[in-house]
């Protein structure tokens, strides 16, 4: 990374951490887990970033973790790896302001506190399984979240196409 260069700011909700830590691959795919390790192998190597709010640790450690998991979360933040924030009152209105805008949301569905209180978080440092609550994925790019984009972590693939007509080139011309 040259001087000019700045690191991508990544959002971890706690989800994140927990597929990280647990290496949920029957759950979320061996492509995100991997995606998730690659940010990771990022965030050390200082090209990536990754921030989330104060309360994943409370998400995080409330979860089922041997102890090698729950000396790698609490390691991740030591010297600033990862970047906890505060929910400070801006954050406190902002995640207010996302729960009000989905109350009358035509689906019934709410926004739980912990969820806005991510998208907040996410939101201005700019970086639910329950039936009743909107799932976050499905949040992406919503105009009620300011445009945040919501995804699940993914490595960019090289061009499948561009490869096959590379080799078929290669195959060609010998």
Known sequence: MSGTDRPKIIYWDACVYLAWLKAEEAAHGKDCIDAIRQIAKENFERTAVIITSTITFVEVLSASLDDDQERQFRRSFRNQDHIARDVDPPVAMKA???????????????????????????????????????????????????????????????????????????????
């Open 96 to 174: 207010r302001d996302f729960r009000q805008r989905f109350l009358q949301h035509e689906s019934g569905k709410k926004l739980a506190t912990p969820d806005a209180i991510h998208l907040a978080t996410a939101s201005i440092d700019n970086g639910g399984h329950e039936k009743k609550y909107l799932g976050l994925l499905g949040l992406d790019g919503d105009e009620r979240l300011d445009g945040l984009k919501i995804c699940k972590p993914s490595v960019p693939q090289p061009d499948l196409f561009l490869s096959f007509q590379a080799k078929r080139a290669i195959t060609l011309e010998d």
